[in-house]
Structures are given as C-alpha cells and as structure tokens.
C-alpha cells in the first residue's frame, strides 16, 4: 500500500494525520490488551518489556509490588515511564514533527491501554490450552502487525525502539 498523500500546507493535513494516530495507536492497544499481554507473548520493544514487567509484578510473592501492578506496572503506565527518556532524545536527535506525532501516539497507546485495564473490558485468555494460544498468537500478532505497518509507513510510532532504530539509522 502507498504512502497516503496529503497537502502538508492544509489543515485537512494534521486532521487525518491525528485521525490516523488515533485510530492506528489505539487499534494496536486493543491487540496488546486484548490478546498479546494477558496470554504472556511479550512483544518486542518498550511495549514488550512493560507488558513482562507486569506479569511478573502479578505473580510476585511480595503483596506490595502485586498491589502496584494494578497501577505503576500497569502496561499502560510503565510505557509511557519507559517511553519518556527516548522521547526526550527523539525531540533532540530527531525530526520535530516524528517526534511530535511519536509523543501523541505513546499517549494515545498508553491511555487507551490502562483505560482497558481500569474499565475492566474483558481479555481473550487461553489458560494453558495451546490451540487457543495460537489463535490468540494469530490475532494479536495480525492487528498489532498490521497497524504498525500502516504507522511506519506514514512516518508514526509508539515509541520505544522505533525511536532507537530511527536514530540508528540518521546516524
């Protein structure tokens, strides 16, 4: 699929962009909550990393850090944690705009990730059974695939090693 073409000199320019952030980033929440994080698949990047932070803070024997994955180690909260250092160097190191649109997507992927979490929508949990993993697996993998594609291919992210890799590359 191509790159979709805007005129960057109008307005209609910054409202489909924002609406593709939004619909892109939250599309790939959905996938995380739903079928990825509760299954235990860790995704690569900052997303992956949060989401076995939180499992581990779930089975912990500590009743603290079990009470504090509910809210610090919420995938939703620990990702934007995680995301602000790489979001400070890409404003520094990187196009404004890239940085700009990485920063509303991270807040749009992680707002709607603990807004799951604290509403309580419900999560496609296998429990053991593999031939409901590997749907799980499919799904997940598929959406979260699919939007990122789309988000790369119009110059977003949800931060994390996109913005390492980006500066990988310029540098």
């Keep these: 699929m191509k790159k979709i073409i805007m005129d960057k000199n109008q ?3 910054w409202l489909k962009l924002f609406a593709l952030m939004v619909i892109f980033s939250f599309l ?15 995704p690569g990047g900052v997303g992956g990393l949060s989401a076995l932070i939180h499992l581990a803070a779930v089975d912990s024997p500590n009743a603290t850090v079990r009470m504090l994955s509910n809210s610090l180690f919420d995938p ?15 404003f520094k190191l990187l196009d404004k705009r890239f940085a700009a ?19 309580g929508c419900p999560q496609f949990i296998a429990k053991g059974d593999y031939g409901l993993m590997l749907i799980a697996a499919i799904a997940g993998g598929a ?10 291919r119009q110059d977003l992210s949800i931060g994390g090693t996109d913005i390492i890799g980006k500066i990988i590359y310029n540098h």
Excluded at 101 to 119: D, K, N, R
Aim: charged share 0%; glycine share 8%.
């Design 11 to 13: 307005t209609a320019f």
């Design 76 to 90: 939703g909260i620990f990702t934007i944690i995680m995301n602000i250092p790489l979001l400070i160097l890409a």
């Design 101 to 119: 649109c990485t920063t509303v997507c991270v807040l749009i992927f992680s707002g709607s990730m603990y807004m799951f979490s604290a509403i």
């Design 143 to 152: 959406c979260a695939g699919v939007t990122m594609g789309f988000m790369l």
């Design 28 to 42: 790939r929440s959905f996938s995380a909550y739903l079928f990825i994080n509760p299954n235990g698949f860790a």
